[in-house]
Structures are given as structure tokens and as C-alpha cells.
């Protein structure tokens, strides 16, 4: 093995010697990478224009906003924006689920809403999801939702273990 070696010395005769292997020392590129996982799964509806459904950088997963689809078609579920609120919900924590995160992990919810008038009635299925420790979360009406939408939904959360804090 070859090695590097390199001593210090310090006041009053103190002295150090560093010795490492040269495999350890690598370019700051290798050891500064993260790790960039595209999430696509089945279980929840195609991406209706060019994205991924998440994406999972270092520890970190990134939700595109969700539609309140039927899985397998491009049809909006019935019942308005309730309905469609809470099958975004569900899809949204199947994809979490399949980034290796869960619903439990979102530190950060958007909301689009076509009609600010639903607001009451997405908040009602959005309690129902996230009944504790709720993530930040941003709410705004738009113009206009993809395929006629009245509610997107999307979602930063974390992988790995989390511990909550709360102050």
C-alpha cells in the first residue's frame, strides 16, 4: 500500500504525523456527488406532459403536482374538487411511497386551486391525510388547471429516518 505522510509541529516540542493511504484521497467531484433518482411507478397516473412523477435528490424527494386522475385514463375523478382532492392525496402518498418517503415525511405541500371558493372542501380531504405535525404549505388560485382540473397538488417530503421536533 502506498502511502502520504505529512507531520505538524507544534510549541513546546508537540508534534503530529498524518499518514494516509493515496486511494483515500479522492477529487472533491467524486466526493461531493448526490445522488439524482427518477421516480416512476404504475400506480399512480402518467405524467400528463414532459416531467418525471418525483424526483429524489441526496435525501430529498420532489412530488410534480398530482391531479385527482383515475389511474390508467385521462379522466378527472367525479366529485368535484372534494373528489379530485382526495384522490390526489391518494396518489400523491402512493408516489411517496414508491420514492421511499411517506406522507408522514412531506415538510412542504402547494396547492393549486382553480376556484378559491373550494378552498373549505380541499382543507376538509387534506385533514384527512394530514391529520398531525402538517407540512408548510402554500394555497393560491389559478387561472387554469391542466385537463380542466379544479385542485394539483404537490409535495416535497424527506427519505430515510426522520425524527419531529417540535417548538
Known sequence: MITLGCSIQFARGLSVRFVLPIGALR??????????????????PKAVAPY??????DRTVYCSGVLGMELGSLKLVEGGAAGQTAKALEHLTTLLEASGSSIEKVVKTTILLADMNDYGAVNDEYKRVFSNNFPARTCFAVNKLPLGAAVEIEAIALT????????
Open 27 to 44: 477529487s472533491n467531484s467524486t466526493m461531493a456527488s448526490i445522488v439524482r433518482k427518477i421516480i416512476h411507478t404504475a400506480k399512480c
Open 52 to 57: 418525471n412523477q418525483a424526483v429524489v435528490a
Open 160 to 167: 430515510g429516518e426522520v425524527i419531529q421536533v417540535s417548538t
